[in-house]
């Protein structure tokens, strides 16, 4: 089942740099508060054991899971999939996680974690897998610290966008009633357009322009573009498509906007993800148009 792609586990957005093609690294920039970061490790503390782990029977249909998980206890679950298979799961931001194939190789994990992060109910990262072989592979989760409740989806199947990424009609209209009328009506509608723009930019190879969509904070920042404008081209420069989902505005002011969007990425390895963001935008008077300034999972 082969999909049509355009998208996290918040690099994304930024493009940030040594992004492994086998690792779902996530970066996220500074904001305030500040989060904190914990490293995941290569690989589980806790050796791979096929006989404490938990049959799953996966198929298109999805499966949901919570619980809790930390440093010393590690969760392992399995399931039988053929080769060109996609498994599709989406897990909190506050665990880490590894994927096995049968041969036990290693096929993706996520790097880093938000410490302390809240995840309500199932949000976070939603990734994609192209399984290479037919039989029985390994998702194992754990915690670096402190136990910490985590939800996971799972499915050989499509995964739905995550409700946290939606806002409701009745949501929207009271967002606008709160918008002072003073406010200009093209300035209050923009944003939506200009996170669009963004992406179309990224999409039609146009570095140079989506970097200018930056604040100067967000370029600067030295752990998300640590040789500037050059960490952020080798980035997105191994972005074969991005496909945009779902944009909603959330809440827009005269100098700043917030915007959740649904993404969906395609690398030129191949690999696949889907992130559901929030940006953070604030209003350029001279030029009279938005720059994004802040990104953290949705």
Known sequence: MK????????????????????????????????????????KPVIPLDKTETKSLSLTENIIKISDSINSEKHLRYKFYARTGKD??????SNVC??????????????????????????SGEQMFIDLPLTGEYIVQVSSPTESVEFNLEMSLGDLPISESSMVSSENTTLTSQLISKSENTETKNSAEEAVKNYYLNL????????????????????????????????WWSGISNILIQDVQKIKISTNTATVNVQVKYQKKSGENLTQSLRLFLVWNSANKNWLIDTVTLN
Not at 87 to 92: E, S
Not at 107 to 118: D, K
């Open 3 to 42: 999909k049509l792609l355009l998208y996290v586990p918040i690099s994304i957005i930024c493009g940030c740099s040594n992004f492994s093609t086998t690792e779902n690294r996530l970066y996220l920039p500074i904001t305030s508060p500040t989060p904190t970061f914990l490293q995941c490790p290569e």
């Open 87 to 92: 498994f599709n799961y989406r897990i909190t």
């Open 97 to 122: 996680i590894w994927i096995f194939s049968p041969d036990t190789k290693l096929l993706q994990r996520r790097e880093l974690i938000i410490s302390a992060q809240q995840d309500s109910p199932i």
């Open 203 to 234: 999409n039609q190879g146009k570095y140079q322009q989506a970097w200018s969509q930056l604040s100067a904070s967000f370029q600067n920042h030295q752990k998300l573009h640590p040789d500037g404008y050059n960490s952020y081209y080798d």
